[in-house]
């Protein structure tokens, strides 16, 4: 048979059902201030499935106990529940094992974690730590803090007008007091999602290890790690339509085992004396104290959700919103796109000209319209876009085409309300 032939039988990509997608989140069918809400700030947080809250619901409901530490039926089975989700998320990234899944409160907390326990006792002065100028302030501090400690120095990689990486300019600025690379994977500002294979790659030619922060990707795609080739990555639960106050740090084993702990408490110690304690094994070294164990519940069950969902098909439909909310905010007179980068995650950053973004947003809200504006955690990003602020529509697989109609017609009453 022709291979003509075989591409016209062949079966149609599948269609991502928005609609179907929508109605599991109970949010989206609420009021706002006397309005429809339409929620366009899913960069900052995303919306939680009614799956993920019931069963948040349900843990407190019925399975609430502590982990680890019991003996009794309740908390051995609330132990199960928690070790079960790190065996979920090690699966979700390809991580080599679940040991190399350390629970965090976030993002944030993951990189402070890297930065104090692998970083900062292997620097010295004169030492360096690339990052690029599109990070989140998570992503700068922390390195910060530890180089003002040792007397190491951060370096910046530039980004480009539209908002890419510069990869030759990070690539010359890898060298021998190089001691680790951070990078995001996808920019919460712009959408910008980098070389991050590149990078590694890059990086890994001169032994240098990479953290990537993942936040941003984790929602719209696969991270595999073993793919990635990166040492540590970090992401965090409320990105990914799971609970608030849970994160996740990955780190290779070998790395993992080397750094001491970060925090002490219960639960990280296998003996304590007053002259001296020893540490857990690996992952319970870093888990010090209770943990959000009702979070971690609730991610497991967002991996679940997002299991029931052809994540080819979600990226495709957020891939056409992006262009169609890209085209029409464009044609809104007086706006400027900020980031336009080939390869972009749906997050839509603009200007109005004589416009402050925040009367943007206050406008925007009266219409029920959510939108971030402000400099999104990442000043030196706005600093070189030439930028004090931005406002933002970040969509998410529960975005449709009457997200950007509202939008649209939104931005058109802040040009009629401020007589632009």
Known sequence: MPATE????????????????????????TMTGGKPLVYLDSAATAQKPQAVIDAVTRFYETGNANIHRGVYRLS???????????????TLINAAAPREIIF???????????????????LAAGDEIVLTAMEHHSNIVPWQLAAAATGARIRVAPVT?????????????????????????????????NPVREIVGLAHERGIPVLVDAAQAL????????????????????????????????GREAL????????????????????????????A???????????????????????????????????????????????????????TAAHKAPVLSFVMEGVHPHDIATILDADGVCVRAGHHCAQPLMQRLGVAATARASFALYSDRSDVDALVASLGRVRTVLGR
């Open 6 to 29: 075989l591409r016209r039988r062949a079966a149609p990509p599948a269609r991502h059902d928005v609609a179907a997608v929508r109605r599991d989140f109970p949010i989206l069918g």
């Open 76 to 90: 051995e089975a609330a132990t199960a529940v928690y070790e079960a989700v790190r065996r979920q998320i090690a």
């Open 104 to 122: 965090t409160r976030g993002t944030t907390e993951s990189i402070n974690l890297v930065a104090q326990s692998y970083a900062r006792p292997r």
């Open 161 to 193: 007008d539209v908002g890419e990486l510069d990869l030759g300019a990070f690539a010359r600025l890898l060298g021998e007091r190089t001691r680790l690379v951070a990078v995001a994977h996808t920019s919460n500002a712009l959408g910008t999602i």
């Open 219 to 250: 929602p719209h795609g696969t991270v595999d790690v073993r793919a990635l080739g990166c040492d540590f990555l970090a992401f965090s639960s409320h990105k990914m339509f799971g609970p608030t106050g849970v994160g996740v740090l990955y």
């Open 256 to 283: 993992l085992d080397a750094m001491p702990p970060w925090q002490g408490g219960g639960d990280m110690i296998a003996a304590v004396t007053f002259e001296q304690s020893t540490w857990a094994e690996l992952p």
């Open 285 to 339: 070294k870093f888990e010090a104290g209770t943990p959000n164990i009702a979070g971690v519940v609730g991610l497991g069950a967002a991996v679940d959700y997002l299991g029931t969902l052809d994540r080819t098909a979600v990226a495709a439909h957020e891939a056409e919103l992006l262009a169609c909310a890209t085209e029409r905010v464009a044609a809104v007179g007086g706006v400027r796109i900020v980031g």
